[in-house]
Nanobody, 122 residues
C-alpha cells in the first residue's frame, strides 16, 4: 500500500505565497515523476508542474515564473512553492507520483493524493 500525504494548502490573499508538501510512503522502490495537478470547480484536472527523477521540470504556462517545484529523494517528498498567487489559482491541488514497487517491476504505478484546497482571495 502507498500513501501520499499532502499539506500546506489554505486561504491566502492575492499576491501571497503558499508552500505545498507531499510525502510518499509505503511499498515504493523508486519514484520517477513527482507532480502537482489542480482542479477548479467545474473544470478538468490540469497539470501544474512535474519534476523528473533526474531533476528536469515541466510547468504549465499559467504558473511559469511564479511556482517552483522541487523534490527531496531521501524523504520521498515533493514541494510546490507558489508565489504571487492569483484568484485563478484557486483549486484543489493533487499530488501525483509514478513509481516502481520493486526493482524488477515491469511498469510503474500511478498514484494520487487526496488533495489540498488552495483558495486565493482578491
Amino acid at each position: 500500500q502507498v500513501q501520499l500525504v499532502e499539506s500546506g494548502g489554505g486561504l491566502v490573499q492575492a499576491g501571497g505565497s503558499l508552500r505545498l508538501s507531499c510525502v510518499a510512503s509505503g511499498s515504493i522502490f523508486s519514484i520517477n515523476d513527482m507532480g502537482w495537478y489542480r482542479q477548479a470547480p467545474g473544470k478538468q484536472r490540469e497539470l501544474v508542474a512535474v519534476i523528473r527523477s533526474g531533476g528536469g521540470t515541466v510547468y504549465a504556462d499559467s504558473v511559469k515564473g511564479r511556482f517552483t517545484i522541487s523534490r527531496d529523494n531521501a524523504k520521498n517528498t515533493v514541494y510546490l512553492q507558489m508565489n504571487n498567487l492569483k484568484p485563478e489559482d484557486t483549486a484543489v491541488y493533487y499530488c501525483n507520483i509514478k513509481f516502481r514497487s520493486t526493482p524488477l517491476a515491469p511498469s510503474m504505478y500511478d498514484w494520487w493524493g487526496q488533495g489540498t484546497q488552495v483558495t486565493v482571495s482578491s
